[in-house]
């Protein structure tokens, strides 16, 4: 069955609209395509990560076939720049866009196979280029289950590994080098975990009984404290 990805753009990148105005554009192939993550440039390229299995339609460039992490770029005008993707394991997604101040992007490449997941840093070119690969984790225990939970700016990443053996969970920091920087303290429903980081931002995660267990994550814009 053929699966097409809707994007409905609200244009206010560029001064030259007097007022909101909508366009919705469709990007996918006949495969099944998502898309969730979001990232938007000073200069207006849109950074939509996801996974993908087409190689037609908008991802007729793609030279493999078969399910694989997805990254793609447009413009302000829907245009697409460019598409990437990786195929590593049987199951993948890419996820965590963010715009690089010299224009160059990072994203999250989460796989897993055999219950085995693994995060890797990747490092992308304004044209969409492979620069680099920095792995984060990988839990060689398929009873481990590894995700992000989010991007702190100016800071990193907060990287979530659960144990299904023993109920536990562990939240670590990466930096934005992809480098891992501290664990988070381990915390629970009646007392969130919450840390200042020294850019000023604040980081609140706490359990919620939601999906099994999901962690809520919450970002907040405190004032600089100088440590």
């Not at 099944?32 to 993550?37: E, F, W």
């Not at 990232?39 to 399910?67: F, Q």
């Amino acid at each position: 069955m053929k699966k097409w990805l809707v994007l409905i753009l609200f244009l206010l990148l560029t001064p030259a609209f007097a007022s909101a105005q909508s366009d919705t554009y469709i990007y996918g192939g006949s495969g099944v395509d998502t898309l969730g993550g979001v990232a938007v440039s000073s200069d207006g390229r849109i950074l939509l990560t996801g996974y993908t299995e087409s190689s037609d339609g908008t991802l007729e460039d793609r030279t493999k076939t078969g399910p694989a992490g997805w990254v793609l770029c447009i413009d302000h005008n829907g245009e697409v720049l460019w598409n990437f993707c990786r195929h590593y394991a049987r199951y993948e997604r890419m996820e965590t866009p963010v715009f690089q101040p010299d224009g160059s992007a990072t994203v999250v490449f989460w796989t897993e196979q055999g219950g085995i997941g693994r995060l890797e840093l990747l490092s992308l070119s304004p044209e969409g280029q492979l620069l680099s690969i920095t792995p984060l984790i990988e839990a060689a225990d398929n009873m481990i289950h590894v995700r992000t939970c989010g991007f702190i700016p100016e800071t990193g990443y907060v990287v979530q590994e659960m144990n299904k053996r023993t109920q536990s969970l562990r939240l670590m920091v990466f930096g934005l080098d992809g480098q891992y920087v501290c664990d988070l303290d381990h915390f629970d429903e009646d007392d969130p975990l919450s840390a200042l980081f020294p850019n000023g931002t604040r980081v609140t995660l706490q359990d919620i009984e939601q999906n099994n267990g999901d962690v809520q994550v919450t970002f907040e814009a405190d004032e600089p404290t100088g440590i």
